[in-house]
């Protein structure tokens, strides 16, 4: 398997709602390398699930490149798209009930998922064993509708890990659980990346998910708004020089505020030194 790495250059997606264009993603630059761990964050309609949806191949943006290794998905044919979602990228859509097969068990289940990428590839593991891995072995037999909500998210956990993917993409799987099952689902994937290798990008709104991930992407308002390390918040400088901030600095910081930048022994210094009203910005 090949850790996959990912990169956005300017994404743009607008889709049509009740007769008005609306931007769900409005020039995304994202690097993310391969094997890293990454949570996107934001609030709901921010446009987390369609830039995983993106990367996935699930559809195509309204502008912008998206590369996943060396391969740009925005220059791929349909077929090609398929192909990739089948041996290299797994999508987990939010709720556990929509990656299944519902009258399969979950060994079954991990047998389908394995079915095409057995043609391209030869070593992967018995689905006993990637069962084995998510802590669902003494399961695989037991029809679906018998499981706990945790144990459904392990079976999808599960399916996705099939084909031993470079790059797994997870929509809210954390979502619904208690913090029990929240957390072994959770280890399940962290696992798949750290023993694996397996790159990650998981949408979460749990703030204990977050803290715990070793790197986050926030977006708001179709981009990106901050990044997180381990819990701690940063601001970043995107590609054309914008500084979007934290929210939690927005109070503090209203529109107009006047920030001098000045380099510093360290690095680089924000001074705040007053705000600009309606009357400074029109010269009156």
């Given at each position: 398997?090949?850790?996959?790495?990912?990169?956005?250059?300017?994404?743009?997606?607008?889709?049509?709602?009740?007769?008005?264009?609306?931007?769900?993603?409005?020039?995304?630059?994202?690097?993310?390398?391969?094997?890293?761990?990454?949570?996107?964050?934001?609030?709901?309609?921010?446009?987390?699930?369609?830039?995983?949806?993106?990367?996935?191949?699930?559809?195509?943006?309204?502008?912008?490149?998206?590369?996943?290794?060396?391969?740009?998905?925005?220059?791929?044919?349909?077929?090609?798209?398929?192909?990739?979602?089948?041996?290299?990228?797994?999508?987990?859509?939010?709720?556990?009930?929509?990656?299944?097969?519902?009258?399969?068990?979950?060994?079954?289940?991990?047998?389908?998922?394995?079915?095409?990428a057995r043609r391209r590839a030869r070593d992967l593991p018995a689905p006993r064993e990637i069962l084995e891995a998510?802590?669902?072995?003494?399961?695989?037999?037991v029809p679906l509708r018998r499981l706990s909500a945790g144990q459904l998210q392990l079976a999808a956990v599960a399916?996705?890990?099939?084909?031993?993917?470079?790059?797994?993409?997870?929509?809210?799987?954390?979502?619904?659980?208690?913090?029990?099952?929240?957390?072994?689902?959770?280890?399940?994937?962290?696992?798949a990346n750290r023993d694996l290798g397996t790159t990650v990008l998981l949408v979460t709104h749990d703030p204990d998910?977050?803290?715990?991930?070793?790197?986050?992407?926030?977006?708001?308002?179709?981009?990106?708004?901050?990044?997180?390390?381990?819990?701690?918040?940063?601001?970043?400088?995107?590609?054309?020089?914008?500084?979007?901030?934290?929210?939690?600095?927005?109070?503090?910081?209203?529109?107009?505020?006047?920030?001098?930048?000045?380099?510093?022994?360290?690095?680089?210094?924000?001074?705040?030194?007053?705000?600009?009203?309606?009357?400074?910005?029109?010269?009156?």
């Amino acid at each position: 398997m090949t850790r996959l790495s990912v990169r956005t250059e300017r994404l743009v997606h607008i889709y049509r709602s009740e007769g008005h264009d609306v931007a769900a993603l409005s020039g995304v630059d994202l690097d993310v390398r391969g094997g890293e761990m990454v949570g996107l964050l934001g609030p709901s309609g921010a446009g987390k699930s369609t830039l995983l949806s993106l990367l996935g191949g699930m559809f195509r943006p309204s502008a912008g490149k998206i590369f996943v290794g060396d391969t740009e998905l925005t220059a791929m044919s349909e077929h090609e798209l398929d192909d990739l979602r089948a041996r290299r990228v797994s999508i987990m859509l939010q709720g556990a009930t929509r990656n299944l097969v519902p009258y399969r068990n979950p060994e079954q289940n991990v047998m389908l998922a394995q079915r095409w990428a057995r043609r391209r590839a030869r070593d992967l593991p018995a689905p006993r064993e990637i069962l084995e891995a998510v802590g669902l072995a003494d399961h695989a037999h037991v029809p679906l509708r018998r499981l706990s909500a945790g144990q459904l998210q392990l079976a999808a956990v599960a399916v996705a890990l099939a084909p031993r993917p470079g790059l797994l993409l997870a929509d809210e799987p954390t979502s619904q659980l208690d913090h029990s099952a929240r957390d072994t689902v959770l280890e399940a994937i962290a696992r798949a990346n750290r023993d694996l290798g397996t790159t990650v990008l998981l949408v979460t709104h749990d703030p204990d998910v977050a803290r715990s991930l070793p790197r986050t992407v926030t977006i708001r308002d179709g981009k990106i708004g901050g990044e997180g390390r381990l819990g701690e918040e940063y601001a970043v400088v995107t590609a054309d020089g914008f500084l979007p901030l934290p929210a939690h600095a927005l109070p503090d910081l209203p529109p107009g505020t006047l920030v001098r930048v000045r380099s510093v022994a360290e690095g680089f210094l924000l001074i705040v030194e007053g705000h600009q009203g309606p009357a400074d910005k029109d010269g009156s």
